[in-house]
């Protein structure tokens, strides 16, 4: 059992920087890949950005490299995402995930992760 709380969203004009936090409680946080996922008004929730459990290994949606940075910190039990040069295109709720199912590589599906977080809002104003 994993709770994941995320922190972090909040309102940035374009061109802005905002760094999301997730924070895990319960099982062993460094046992298990991360990952990070956006959902727009009616929109599905995709894919962001996921880091394997010893942060060495990192993948991101296209539309993000070269902006996003996804990292995790095991000691502190947390897993960031830093988002910069912000587009009004980013605005969405962005969820944590975890994948506890004994997984190495990180994934990118939704159906990949069992556990998420209530999400954090961001918004990016043009």
């Known amino acids: 059992q994993v709770q994941l709380v995320e922190s972090g969203g909040g309102l940035v004009q374009a061109g802005g920087s905002l760094r999301l936090s997730c924070a895990a409680s319960?099982?062993?946080?460094?046992?298990?890949?991360m990952g990070w996922f956006l959902q727009a008004p009616v929109k599905a929730r995709v894919f962001v950005a996921s880091?394997?459990?010893?942060?060495?290994?990192?993948r991101y949606e296209d539309s993000v490299k070269g902006r996003f940075t996804i990292s995790r910190d095991n000691a502190k039990n947390t897993v960031y995402l830093q988002m910069n040069s912000l587009k009004p295109d980013d605005t969405a709720v962005y969820y944590c995930?975890?994948?506890?199912?004994?997984?190495?590589?990180?994934?990118?599906?939704?159906?990949?992760?069992?556990?998420w977080g209530q999400g954090t809002q961001v918004t990016v104003s043009s």
């Open positions: 995930a975890a994948d506890l199912s004994g997984r190495n590589v990180p994934g990118i599906l939704k159906g990949s992760y069992n556990y």
């Open positions: 319960g099982r062993s946080f460094i046992s298990y890949p």
């Open positions: 880091i394997s459990w010893s942060g060495g290994t990192t």
